[in-house]
């Protein structure tokens, strides 16, 4: 299925189950199949969207790409479904969606977001700005494979562990989403802080959620969602036992499902 956003992207999506609708908005170098088990598990009691972000998948690439399109991606979705939605966000996926809710007002009815990878540490704005400047470099030069390395390593991806991914199959389709690393960055913003004036902006029901695991490899996590927690107007706040970044999705969806019915 396919959406048409305000500049003329074509906006592919997959939609399943009955009850109102929730959009799930994956994080950097996933597509829509990246939710596809959270989704199967929210489809008996929702009406579920998962879609290719732009310049991913199935979904056109119309250049230049701003955070104000990508929003205008996720408003096409909404109105899809009926001019109202709850919204789920993972890792950057959760910053657009942050964003989104404070751009799109009541047409977002309720928001969850699940480490969204803002950093206000000492030393963090540096470090980001940089990884951008590196990252820029390369995919400047259609070094994609490089870019994507680059990434990884940023995030915490031991050498080990990139080998291993560069092996997988999986591999090949990282690389060709790695022009959209970029719109990753741009959603974070120039410094990677906490936007707490557009977190101040939400008017949904808000849940805001990390996982308990993330506190060693990740330690800004629990400080980022504490404090977007803070700043949205009565959001609820949940610490996910066990589970670190890559969120497993039957332990997250029994969470969802209570927080959006």
Avoid at 61 to 78: F, G, K, Y
Avoid at 138 to 146: K, S, V, Y
Wanted: glycine share 10%.
């Amino acid at each position: 299925m396919q959406v048409t956003s305000r500049d003329g992207t074509r906006i592919a999506f997959d939609q399943q189950g009955t009850g109102p609708a929730v959009i799930l908005v994956g994080g950097a170098l996933s597509d829509r199949t990246g939710g596809a088990e959270l989704a199967a598990l929210l489809a008996p009691h929702l009406t579920v969207c998962t879609y290719d972000r732009r310049g991913r998948g199935d979904s056109g690439d119309t250049r230049p790409s701003t955070v104000a399109r990508e929003i205008e991606d996720l408003q096409a979705l909404v109105d899809h479904a009926g001019g109202t939605a709850f919204v789920y966000g993972k890792s950057s996926g959760a910053a657009l969606a942050l964003q989104a809710a404070s751009a799109l007002g009541d047409k977002v009815k309720k928001l969850a977001l699940y480490e969204a990878p803002y950093n206000d540490a000492p030393g963090a704005a540096k470090e980001w700005a940089d990884f951008t400047a590196k990252l820029d470099a390369l995919l400047a030069g259609e070094r994609h494979d490089d870019a994507v390395s680059q990434f990884m390593r940023f995030v915490g991806a031991p050498d080990e562990v990139l080998a291993k991914m560069k092996a997988s199959p999986a591999w090949p389709g990282m690389v060709a989403m790695a022009p959209t690393l970029a719109y990753d960055n741009a959603v974070l913003g120039k410094d990677r802080s906490v936007p707490v004036a557009i977190a101040a902006r939400v008017q949904a029901a808000t849940l805001v959620m990390d996982g308990s695991a993330s506190a060693g490899p990740m330690p800004f996590m629990r400080a980022t969602a504490d404090t977007l927690a803070k700043a949205i107007p009565g959001a609820q706040r949940q610490v996910v036992e066990g589970q670190a970044h890559d969120v497993d999705a039957k332990v997250l969806a029994p969470i969802l499902l209570e927080f959006f019915q």
